[in-house]
């Protein structure tokens, strides 16, 4: 036996139904509403706020004032300008001055960093006074426009920049567009004289010259031994001996590593019939010769000799001179031989050097391509 299926009261289920209804009905009433209430046509347009006028815009003696301290600050600009210049060459690298919370800093750092500084605050000050008490500062509405404009559009663009410059007061105060063009003008300077003035002194020809071609108390320099610094007679060297060399005198120099960058040389003996230039056979004696150690690639060290094959092998990059052909490149990405050093014997039997290399030594550079 079981319980009976409990009956719905039908007023009760009509009043329920009933609510929900109107429930229902009021929330979509209120969606529809709400979505309406967003379109457009719904919003009042605000406008602009009223424009309050400045003391310059309608009394000349302020917006004298103005631009007065407009070009105040342009002058500034451009006297920190040429005193950022001064100190870049009056003020020694070695000089120090003591603040008081840095202590003993560098005075060239120091005065180079507050002046330019100083430089670039007041064109920033200049201008920003200049757009606040001179400038138009009237709110307008920029219309959207399609991308080509006709030419009516276009001859009223022409006339709202000319009218732009009238506001600016560019053309009624022709000092406020001097003193602008040449504190900006000015500030350039700066930035092209570090970047040319600190890469150093110019070469000139010093790629050009090595201590070869320099004698020594009016004589050749002689070939000596690296690292060991002794002179090499012509007798000391055999069939298939390799030395690595330095000029005389080379560490009293007053850039020893300077001179030794360019002066390396290597000094292989040769057997002389395997020599197959007539100009090698000349700046040498009997199959020895030497030559400039520093790659033509991007100057590694050449050091590396293969005997059998009489190959020099720089490590860098695998580029390989052939010995017995002036070394002439035979693989690798160097471009031009090694330049040979002319050699003779002087009165004592050491070897010397004739002179400097007939070409630049080292890697190629735009005037040795």
């Known amino acids: 036996m079981t319980d009976p299926t409990p009956q719905e009261d039908p007023a009760v289920t009509n009043q329920v ?34 424009h309050i006028h400045r003391h310059g815009d309608h009394d000349e003696k302020a917006a004298k004032r103005s631009e007065l301290q407009v070009v105040t600050m342009f002058g500034l600009s451009m006297l920190f300008t040429l005193l950022f210049i001064v100190s870049y060459f ?3 690298q070695d000089a120090t001055v003591t603040l008081p919370l840095s202590g003993k800093v560098g005075a060239s750092h120091t ?49 709202t ?5 009238e506001s600016t007061h ?3 105060r022709p000092l ?50 690296d690292p060991a610094g002794t002179a090499i007679r012509l007798s000391d060297v055999t069939l298939g001996s390799v030395f690595h060399v330095l000029p005389e005198g080379v560490n009293e120099t007053e850039h020893p590593l300077n001179e030794k960058a360019k002066s390396s040389v290597i000094l292989v003996s040769l057997d002389e019939n395997k020599i197959k230039s007539q100009k090698q056979r000349d700046w040498g004696i ?36 052939d010995m017995t052909e002036d070394c002439k490149v035979i693989f690798g990405p160097a471009k031009r031989p090694l330049p040979q050093l002319k050699i003779s014997v002087d009165d004592e039997g050491y070897l010397v050097a004739d002179g400097d290399f007939a070409d630049a030594v080292g890697p190629s550079f735009w005037e040795l391509a």
């Open 17 to 50: 139904a009933r609510h929900s209804n109107d429930a229902h009905g009021s929330h979509g009433t209120a969606v529809a509403s709400h979505g309406a209430a967003d379109t457009p046509e719904n919003f009042e347009n605000p406008g602009l706020p009223p």
């Open 111 to 159: 005065a180079l960093g507050v002046t330019l500084g100083l430089s670039i605050l007041f064109i920033g000050l200049g201008a920003i006074h200049w757009a606040k008490t001179l400038m138009s500062d009237e709110e307008v509405v920029e219309e959207r426009h399609p991308l080509r404009s006709d030419d009516e559009t276009r001859a009223s663009v022409v006339k």
């Open 286 to 321: 009997g199959g020895v010769v030497a030559y400039s150690k520093i790659c033509t690639h991007v100057g590694c060290p050449v050091g590396l000799y293969e005997q059998q094959t009489h190959h020099l092998l720089c490590p860098c990059h695998q580029s390989t001179f």
């Open 176 to 225: 406020l567009k001097m003193t602008m063009g040449g504190a900006l003008g000015l500030f350039a300077l700066p930035l092209g004289l570090q970047l040319l003035g600190s890469m150093g002194p110019m070469p000139r020809n010093d790629l050009e010259v090595t201590l070869w071609g320099k004698k020594l108390n009016g004589k050749n320099r002689r070939l000596m031994r």
């Open 170 to 172: 560019l053309t009624r």
């Open 161 to 165: 920049l000319a009218d732009a410059a």
């Open 90 to 92: 009056a003020i020694g």
